[in-house]
């Protein structure tokens, strides 16, 4: 078993979160508590799946976002997951990382081999790993990279399809959370609406001149 890490890190894209982003407080708390639950030494998943502009990579950047500043992981790593070509470079990324011995190794599947034992077999208090935007072609891969214990690891998709869905949360005989992410509704809207015209007549108030 290897030792808790000394560091903490986050390297979602948190500068790409929208300053219109609604808070989906409802989805959010559904996401967390999908992720507290446990399946034997699996690590726990959930996938988000909805249409394109829904908000599914905006909620899991907010989630990463807001997570890491209450000490609930820490360690999450981003991984773009649409092709097989990102998801090599980003799980030999997380080599680097976490300053892994076998980063530099020639051989590319000896890379991915290590970034998967160090998931299942680092002792980090837990750990996040979200992989936006996963294809069909993508699915096979992940079936074989993606760490199979470690029950203080969780997981969490975004993507667009209900079928990869349900694929990826199948593992090991268990089925783990599906939520299905949609279009906000009229008072969420309208709820925005107001917020955004609110901020701006606040800055507009504050930058105006000899005000008191």
Known sequence: MQTTPSFRLNDAPLHLLSDHFIDRQKEMDQILSSLDMLYGDIPTRCVVYGDHGVGKTQ????L???TMPQRRYPCIFWIPASTIEGLRESFTQLL???HHPARA???EDTRLTEAQRWL???ASGQWLLILDNVTRQAVAFLREHLPRRNKDGQILFTTLMEH???ALAHVSGEKHSTIR???PDVEDAAHLLLEHFTNATLTWMQARPGRS
């Open 105 to 107: 190794h020639p051989d």
């Open 96 to 98: 680097h990382s976490v």
């Open 181 to 183: 992410l949609c279009m």
């Open 120 to 122: 299942e077999d680092v």
């Open 64 to 66: 990463a976002a807001s």
């Open 164 to 166: 990869v869905a349900l």
């Open 59 to 62: 909620l899991a950047i907010k």
